[in-house]
DNA sequence: TGTGTTATATCTTATATAAGTTATATGTTA
DNA sequence: TAACATATAACTTATATAAGATATAACACA
């Protein structure tokens, strides 16, 4: 029980948001798992259906469930047509959202320089995989990627196991290691092609590109993936929306 | 009443959170003011307590109105410390985001063309005002706006009146046209420093810019305002979050 | 192929208690 | 008396429970 007003205070809801999550991260239903319905909860709890369904609607507006009427609650996985694109914040400028084409370039092993292990809460020189690829709509490249993720959590990543998987990155990482990514911070500038850029994307030295900064997080924001996508925007614009 | 199944079926609480938006939209509560509490409104629209509760709930998530604890509810303004930045993408990368400096460029009467018209759901040649203004960071240019809203709503708007309002412009617009930004959309491209912009940033030309372009609504999702904004994120970062 | 059953989330109402805010009344003290 | 502190009351939203009706989906079975 929790004494009202003290320092600790939280209400009951939230202790019940806070028990379904650690649940989460026991991997005690994976994504795309049903969880229990909402009288079983209830009862496991020992609360009752109102204060469940008042944590789990918290839960689905931060998009860590799915509610669907009829059917239950669902685990969001980044599997699935609507889902892949959940993340990509990159669309056409006439039209909407497909998911891009990726193309592997390399996987390789290093160790955390420290601002990449302040941003994975590693310690320095710890040992990350990086992962480098090459997004394309209808065959153009647009997007280059970088990305960073903790090798201990991710054991047994290498070139050929990306490969042979078909579907976005994060639905891979679902699969293969757990970890259901469910929120990211991205900073954005505007820099210039180098010549890396320029023989990936096919463009000239000095076009202006996004720079794309993104931390991802998984259950309980601990932070898993740091990622740097240099974008083309000449046909495609970074959608967002703000209230 | 209503039909369920009927293919206009809303749930009450739905129908709620339109009355109290069509009495926003009329102007019977500003921005800033308290709307009735939550057993007024039960009683007025003949619903039950919770019935309001959850219409607040989903008005209060969109950052329409604010709820606080003992006091009631309110009118969401832009007005006020935190809200002024509510809009306000742009940060400093080592630290927090503070309210910039604006410095009013022009204000002229234009007529719409095509492209403005079509965003802002105005017939071609409609007569709208387009403001251009710096803002600076300590004292240092970073965004060149162009900004254009339609004459019609914003009636006596000049560079005068302008000048003379000390806040944000979303606060100016609420204050002396009661018009509430409620919601925006933004597409975001890099692009090299033209002429003006090299002019205005104090940068030289070529220097890559973030050009965001944005769409804000006010009640009823009817887009208000058209803007163009080309920043120089040298030392800043457009910050975004997804989840 | 239907048709009913069951399980799920959703919606609506009702009631009670807790907790934050403000104004007012009531002291208490200098 | 005047200034200040404290208690109380009245209002608000927040939390928690309960119960019933409805919508949607899946499945068993005739």
Redesign the pocket.
């Given at each position: 029980m929790n004494i009202?007003?003290s320092p600790s205070?939280r209400?009951?809801?939230?202790q019940i948001k806070i028990l379904i999550t650690q649940s989460l991260i026991a991997g005690e239903w994976g994504p795309g798992d049903a969880?229990?319905?909402?009288?079983?909860l209830a009862t496991r709890f020992k609360?009752?259906?109102?204060?469940v369904?008042?944590a789990?609607d918290e839960l689905a507006a931060e998009n860590i469930v799915i509610?669907?009427?009829?059917?239950?609650?669902f685990v969001a996985s980044h599997s699935g047509e609507r889902s892949s694109t959940r993340f990509l914040r990159i669309s056409r400028d006439d039209g909407l959202a497909e998911y891009p084409q990726s193309d592997l370039l390399s996987v390789t092993r290093e160790r955390a320089p420290e601002n990449t292990a302040a941003l994975l809460e590693l310690r320095n020189g710890a040992s990350i995989f990086c992962i480098k690829r090459l997004l394309s709509f209808e065959g153009k490249a647009q997007i280059l990627d970088e990305i960073h993720v903790p090798a201990a959590s991710f054991k047994g990543l290498d070139e050929h196991v990306i490969r042979a998987y078909t579907g976005s990155l994060y639905s891979f990482f679902e699969s293969h290691f757990g970890i259901a990514m469910i929120r990211a911070e991205e900073h954005i500038k505007a820099v210039l092609a180098g010549p890396d850029e320029a023989t990936h994307l096919k463009i000239a030295e000095g076009i202006p590109l996004l720079r794309i900064d993104r931390v991802a997080f998984t259950y309980g924001d601990r932070p898993v993936e740091w990622r740097r996508g240099l974008c083309h925007t000449n046909q495609f614009s970074y959608v967002t929306e703000m209230s």
């Open positions: 009202p007003s205070f209400p009951l809801y939230d969880i229990p319905s909402e009288i079983d609360v009752s259906q109102g204060t369904r008042k789990i509610r669907r009427q009829g059917k239950g609650t």
